[in-house]
């Protein structure tokens, strides 16, 4: 009945073949139905399967309900390896997920600022614009000065980057 109402589409026609819901409002009003704990068993339980490791990794994230800083340091390699393969979109979600998790203040912060570099790093920068009030809140200077240097940098503004690091010798 939902196949053919066009809410849900099947992938395949495998017994356990993936089902998708078409529209992303509807998608959302279910998800959001299921209660927290219930999510969270789903998205358990499909880490265990799916063969991505970024899906497994989101799927992880997903179901962790606190701070869980052996799943961040699995997502603190997956960011160094995406940042050597230069995908820096990928670097930043990654980074940005281990922060999340992450119980130190101090490596909350640095987990932070890095996807915050990697943001930069690929080129999103309306993305890094939107948060350089939460940038000013931070207090590692430095990372703060290298980060806003390469912002600069991006967006053609040579003398302006120059002129940060140059702030941040002593």
């Not at 497994?56 to 994230?61: A, G, P, W």
């Not at 997956?78 to 393969?85: D, F, K, T």
């Amino acid at each position: 009945l939902l196949q053919e109402s066009g809410l849900v589409v099947r992938r395949s026609t495998e017994p356990l073949a993936d089902v998708r819901i078409v529209h992303a409002l509807v998608r959302a009003a279910v998800y959001q139905s299921i209660p927290p704990a219930e999510r969270r068993g789903f998205h358990q339980r499909a880490s265990e399967v799916v063969l991505s490791p970024m899906a497994r990794l989101e799927h992880e994230v997903a179901a962790a309900n606190r701070r869980d800083e052996a799943l961040a340091g699995r997502l603190e390699s997956a960011a160094l390896a995406a940042h050597q393969q230069a995908d820096h979109r990928r670097e930043a979600q990654l980074w940005q997920w281990a922060g999340q998790l992450t119980a130190s203040v101090t490596e909350r912060e640095r987990r932070w600022l890095e996807s915050q570099l990697a943001t930069v790093l690929a080129r999103d920068t309306q993305t890094a614009r939107a948060h350089l009030k939460q940038l000013a809140d931070t207090g590692d200077q430095v990372r703060r000065g290298v980060l806003t240097a390469w912002l600069l940098l991006v967006e053609n503004r040579i003398a302006d980057a120059r002129h940060t690091l140059e702030s941040l010798t002593p």
